[in-house]
């Protein structure tokens, strides 16, 4: 007569070497740690500490993801071009930027980015292209501009906000050629976040004085969306216009506060291990990454694994 073992199979998987893509409730037993193991998920948001930039910096650039990241520009002192590359592990130089500066925007991938905007000795409207190896010049900017968000790909960028000779209400797209004027702002700021794409995108925070505004973009108009717990300023964003993430920034004082939208409301989350402002960012609401930042340049790196990611859990007794 058959077994159930002979009829089921073992119930508890037994390998050498943990899974590379099991499956959320799958347990399996390491034969080689000795250790019984099973892929949870977490139950709140939590940030840990990554592998620090070469070049410590504040007021940068990013985009990518968290294990695929790029930061760029920013000021060391001085204002520095250096770029680069983030395996989710450590940072190594990247190709450098052609214009040193500082207080720019970013958007797009680690293989594919875009860089545009910031500050030297005046208003900078240079945009520029990586490849994965090195920057080449692309379109200018409209409207020279510094402390501005950015959004979308190295095709089809957005470029929000910021500051002129006053603050400013305009954005523009990108669509990887040049840049051409796209629906304003209704409330016109500096030093805000951004991401999403170019036809749905998210702009939060900012200034004159700190700022809680939340403003949607649908590819022609922006309009009104829940306000941030925590008015700030010179913060970071991550995600998509419906699952996005803020974290850090200036609220009087350099702040670790995140929080997530889920495209109507703004929910506090488990804040970063440091406070900071003038950081970069880069990943999605549930696996974002923070580098750099302020008030002295910082090369810290923290990574975000939000409520609900799947993560492999070993079991112990009790």
């Known amino acids: 007569m058959s077994t159930y073992t002979q009829i089921f199979g073992q119930q508890v998987l037994v390998v050498t070497a ?61 204002d520095t071009g250096a770029t680069e590359e983030y395996d989710g592990t450590s ?15 970013g958007c797009g991938t680690q293989t594919s980015g875009l860089a545009f905007g910031g ?7 240079n945009t520029e292209e990586y490849d994965g190896s090195s920057w080449t010049s692309g379109g200018n900017l409209g409207t020279g501009r510094r402390e501005l968000a950015g959004a979308g790909t190295q095709t089809a960028g957005l470029a929000i ?13 990108y669509d990887g050629t040049s840049w051409t004027s796209g629906g304003s702002l209704a409330n016109a ?37 829940g306000n941030l717990g925590t008015a700030r300023q010179f913060l ?10 803020a974290f850090g920034g200036n609220d009087a004082t350099p702040t670790a506060a995140t929080e997530a939208y889920n495209g109507t409301s703004w929910t ?33 790196t923290e990574e975000f694994t939000g409520a609900g990611s799947p993560v492999t859990k070993t079991v112990t007794a009790t």
């Open 18 to 78: 943990d899974p590379s893509n099991p499956t959320v409730g799958q347990m399996w037993y390491n034969s080689t740690s000795k250790t019984l193991k099973f892929l949870g998920t977490t139950t709140s948001g939590a940030w840990a500490a990554g592998g620090n930039l070469a070049v410590a910096r504040s007021a940068l650039g990013g985009a990518g993801t968290q294990t695929s990241a790029l930061a760029f520009g920013g000021f060391n002192p001085p």
């Open 91 to 105: 940072w190594t130089s990247g190709g450098s930027l052609g214009t040193a500066r500082r207080t720019l925007a």
């Open 119 to 125: 500050f030297t000795t005046t208003n900078l409207a």
């Open 161 to 173: 906000g910021g500051f002129a000779t006053t603050n400013l209400a305009n954005t523009e797209e």
């Open 189 to 225: 700021r500096e030093l805000l976040a951004g991401c999403g794409t170019q036809t749905s995108a998210l702009a939060f925070g900012g200034e004159p004085a700190p700022k809680n505004l939340t403003e949607e973009y649908d590819g022609t108009s922006w309009t009104s969306g």
């Open 236 to 245: 970071a964003g991550s995600g998509t216009q419906t699952a996005a993430l």
């Open 268 to 300: 506090a989350d488990t804040s970063m291990a440091t406070a900071r402002n003038a950081l970069g960012g880069a990943g999605t609401q549930t696996s974002a990454l923070a580098f750099g930042g302020g008030p002295s340049p910082s090369a810290a």
